[in-house]
């Protein structure tokens, strides 16, 4: 049974970091892809990054670009998403997600909902202004 658990969210003034982590179990990390997305108050779930082992690919959506760094750490089997220049537009839920099939960060439709299979629990990010 594939499991993802986020960790690491919480409270920040803006301009402060988070680092979050995802912990993946149940399925091969040597050809994986996670992606991380949030969502925010009566806001639709957004795709926030992606990184695949597959093609050595990661992504970003336009809005994190410059400031979230995602990475992985294979022998762990963990993905972790560094926020840094935080702003209060950065707080929701955040989620990791994995596809249940061979996907390329790279490709069209990182960064949709419908591209994932598993989902973590989500964690919240608050950031103060």
């Known amino acids: 049974e594939v499991q993802l658990v986020e960790s690491g969210g919480g409270f920040v003034q803006a301009g402060g970091s988070l680092r979050l982590s995802c912990a993946a179990s149940g399925f091969t990390f040597d050809g994986y892809a996670i992606g991380w997305f949030r969502q925010a108050p009566g806001k639709e779930r957004e795709g926030v990054s992606c990184?695949?082992?597959?093609?050595?690919?990661?992504n970003y959506g336009d809005s994190v670009k410059g400031r979230f760094t995602i990475s992985s750490d294979n022998a762990k089997k963990m993905v972790y998403l560094q926020m840094n220049n935080l702003t209060p537009e950065d707080t929701g839920v955040y989620y990791c997600?994995?596809?249940?099939?061979?996907?390329?960060?790279?490709?069209?439709?990182?960064?949709?909902?419908?591209?994932?299979?598993?989902w973590g629990q989500g964690l919240q990010v608050t950031v103060s202004s």
């Open positions: 990184i695949s082992s597959n093609d050595d690919s990661t």
């Open positions: 997600a994995a596809p249940s099939f061979r996907f390329y960060c790279s490709g069209y439709g990182w960064n949709r909902r419908v591209s994932y299979d598993y």
